[in-house]
Each structure stands twice: as structure tokens, then as C-alpha cells.
Nanobody
Framework: QVQLVESGGGLVQAGGSLRLSCAAS????????MAWFRQASGKEREIVAG????????YYEASVKGRFTISRDNANNTVYLQMNSLKPEDTAVYYC??????????????????WGQGTQVTVSS
């Protein structure tokens, strides 16, 4: 199983930016899909963005499209989430996830078999 460690969360004012990072263990990072999910208090965990094994294909949830960018650096086993124009409704715990059985990201959290511990993002109004 892949070990994932997120970093980069914090408190930011509305309109600001944050960049999340997720470092993965293992030598096969460049062969499978990755994604970022988030879970707000009292809500279900939802996908934010996904990226294919090569980075050539990405997916964004509608509310973040045009504001967030997912990318990956396969040489350094890292996936990123650049978040711009942040809104209070983006406040949540953000999780990095790996689907080591697929090259392309699924929208369903059930397809992901490795998860990070989560990092808190709080956007103040």
C-alpha cells in the first residue's frame, strides 16, 4: 500500500491562495492515478480533482474548476493542488488519495486504496 503525507494546509482569507502537496512512497508512483478529496464538517467526503498517471488527463469538481489546479511530479513522487481565489465554502479537511489499480482517476472515493492523514484548510470571510 502507498503511504501518503499531505502538507500545505492552513488559514487564509477569502480570495487568497494555498498550495497543497502530497508525498507518496514507493517506486511505482508514475503508474497510477491520484486525487484530492475534501470533507467539510458534517458533510460527506467529495472529490475535488483527479489526475492520470502521466498528468495528461485531469478532472475537476464543478465548484473548483478554474480556481484549482492539480499537477504531479513523478520524478519526486509528489502531487500538488494549487488553490486560488479561495472561498469560505472551500473550508474542509483535504485528503490526498491514490488508486494504485488504475491509470485514470475515478470520481468515486471507493476506488482509492490509499489515503493521507488529511490537512486542514480554513478560509475566512
Amino acid at each position: 500500500q502507498v503511504q501518503l503525507v499531505e502538507s500545505g494546509g492552513g488559514l487564509v482569507q477569502a480570495g487568497g491562495s494555498l498550495r497543497l502537496s502530497c508525498a507518496a512512497s514507493g517506486r511505482t508512483f508514475g503508474r497510477y492515478a491520484m486525487a484530492w478529496f475534501r470533507q467539510a464538517s458534517g458533510k460527506e467526503r467529495e472529490i475535488v480533482a483527479g489526475i492520470s498517471w502521466s498528468g495528461g488527463s485531469t478532472y475537476y469538481e464543478a465548484s473548483v474548476k478554474g480556481r484549482f489546479t492539480i499537477s504531479r511530479d513523478n520524478a519526486n513522487n509528489t502531487v500538488y493542488l494549487q488553490m486560488n481565489s479561495l472561498k469560505p465554502e472551500d473550508t474542509a479537511v483535504y485528503y490526498c488519495a491514490a488508486d494504485s489499480q488504475s491509470r485514470y482517476p475515478s470520481r468515486s472515493r471507493r476506488e482509492y486504496n490509499s489515503w493521507g492523514q488529511g490537512t486542514q484548510v480554513t478560509v475566512s470571510s
